[in-house]
């Protein structure tokens, strides 16, 4: 079985996709190098050939979900290319939207259940890369007088707290009060807490 179903083609690629859908199944407690490999088909040693360990598979699975986040706020980039404000709503509500679908895989990435200062190169980069992307959309807009200037990373930490602040309530359940699961209505309350954001980000 070794040799027949090794030729998978990318099995780093494969582990981690497959990583990703039992992450929401079972949670990160549940998520198992020898069980992925049995549902690829594969040797239960051939994941080794990729990942050490299993914290090298979840660094692995956070960097794709960083990679993610930043491939969407470049095709913001390009889409709303002069409303930054529209850019960084919609790179908020990517967020949101993990956290309520992929509640697993947001809570690996944002939970602390890695250290980026302990970590290896492909999550750090990635990492910062992601939050380099939101940067840019705040520089934008400080560049268009949208946003008063002042220190860009002070501006891109306020806004990350607030959105991951949210998120987290969301990916735990906490707002089930608040919106009943409806797309629409949820993004109605990011909005909201939004303008909240922009009060204080804006130019007077």
Do not use: W
Request: aromatic share 6%; charged share 25%.
């Amino acid at each position: 079985m070794q040799n027949k179903t090794y030729h998978h083609g990318d099995l780093r690629n494969a582990l981690i996709l497959e990583a990703i859908v039992m992450l929401h199944e079972k949670g990160i407690g549940g998520l198992s190098l020898r069980e992925l490999a049995r549902r690829l088909g594969v040797g239960h040693n051939a994941p080794y050939r990729h990942f050490k360990n299993k914290q090298q598979l979840l660094e692995a699975v956070a960097a794709t979900g960083f990679r993610r986040l930043k491939a969407h706020n470049i095709r913001l980039e390009l889409e709303l290319a002069d409303d930054p404000e529209s850019q960084l709503f919609e790179s908020g509500v990517a967020i949101l939207n993990m956290a309520m679908e992929q509640p697993e895989l947001f809570r690996l990435m944002f939970g602390g259940y890695l250290s980026l200062g302990k970590c290896g190169p492909e999550l750090k980069e990635e990492a910062h890369a992601s939050i380099e992307s939101l940067v840019k959309i705040i520089s934008l807009a400080q560049q268009q007088d949208i946003f008063a200037r002042g220190d860009v990373m002070r501006q891109t930490l306020a806004a990350m707290s607030m959105v991951q602040g949210l998120a987290m309530m969301a990916s735990s359940g906490m707002l089930r009060d608040n919106v009943t699961g409806d797309e629409q209505q949820f993004k109605r309350l990011a909005l909201q807490v939004y303008d909240i954001l922009l009060m204080g980000l804006k130019k007077r």
